[in-house]
């Protein structure tokens, strides 16, 4: 693979193990999980954050589209495989690997009876409803009329209804408890209408707040990653999840300016004093967005340092005026645990206005993931 970036995105999968294993002991032994993995595993890597819960016990994983999973099949994943956002123009596939699509539109339902037809079997589908969310969904009223239709396709039948909530993070918010209220009359209209069907709509908010919303099965994503899907449910939440990813980098050089000395393009920041700047191989291509500009720190000998400057494409400088010692050659985390000192996705999210999802999937679709077990110390991390 050539010389490795000094940047990386370091995925330990005894977290993501840990993690899982946290949202099995909450939901209980017997109830589905859904492994979220879209997204490359919010950045974690598709295929090794699904092994690493395949590891803990996970025998389902959620997607977003065909493409995913198929990745998923080839890389020898077995269990079941939910496509969150459906088929288009990959019913075939989606039979083909025995992927479990969402659908809400006839078309989709024609296009996977017909694939099941010439390839001989019936297919489970599950059926999205959007009870309020206002994004995928069919609206409740449809729910007869499709189902109907549905039942109209021999080799298709009835695997599981879903929903989702919008605003299931929400402090003190009451629709929540609304709209699960009108997706169980759904649920009771349809009695009878597909035996063995499940229904889920938790995902990771919805699992830490309402148990009595688990449904027959969740679906946990960034609770998997090791964050919280807001910062006041870390305060109650009952799991207890360890960051799966890191992310660091190298100092280049480390040189002492005098006070007075702009830095950066535009010189927006000028040293009040004799100052000492690492220079820091990682920018806003990397995924360091120019927007932290200001207000991001990163971690030197377990110390913070604040960055000075503009954050370039692919350089910024932390001040280290204060951490003694610090080289070119020296490791810096820009997120994770370094010493006592620990840099989370949440604080970071606040630095660039955006929720620590986001922050994951950039770091992670920027830079090279690297894999290591944290309890398995003694192996070196694989590219
Ligand atoms: C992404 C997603 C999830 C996971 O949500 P988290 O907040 O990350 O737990 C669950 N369900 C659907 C439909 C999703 O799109």
Known sequence: MGTPSWNRVEVDRAALRHNFRQVRKLVGPSLGILAVVKADAYGHGLI???????????TAFGVAEVEEGVCLRQAGITGEIVVMLGVDQGAEEAVAYDLTPVVYTLEAME???????????RKGVQIKVDVGMGRLGILPRELEPFLAALRRFPNLYLAGIASHFPKADAEGDATTTDQYRLFQELLAGIQGAGDGRISHIANSATLMRYPEMHCDMVRPGISLYGCYPADWLQQTSALD???????????????????????????????????????????????????????????????RAPIRGMICMNACMADVTDIPGVKAGDAAVLLGCQGAGEIRAEEIARWSETINYEILCLFGSCNRQVYYDSEAPATPPVY
């Open 48 to 58: 090794p954050a699904a092994q690493s819960f395949a590891e803990a016990g996970a």
């Open 111 to 121: 296009a996977l009876a017909a694939c099941a037809a010439k390839g001989g079997c």
């Open 241 to 303: 999840l360890r960051p799966g990813m890191r992310f660091t980098t190298t100092v280049l050089q480390v040189k002492e300016v005098p006070a007075g000395q702009g830095v950066s393009y535009g010189h927006r920041y000028v040293t009040e004093r004799p100052t000492k700047l690492a220079v820091l191989p990682v920018g806003y291509a990397d995924g360091y967005l120019r927007r932290m500009t200001g207000k991001a720190e990163v971690l030197l000998a377990g110390h």
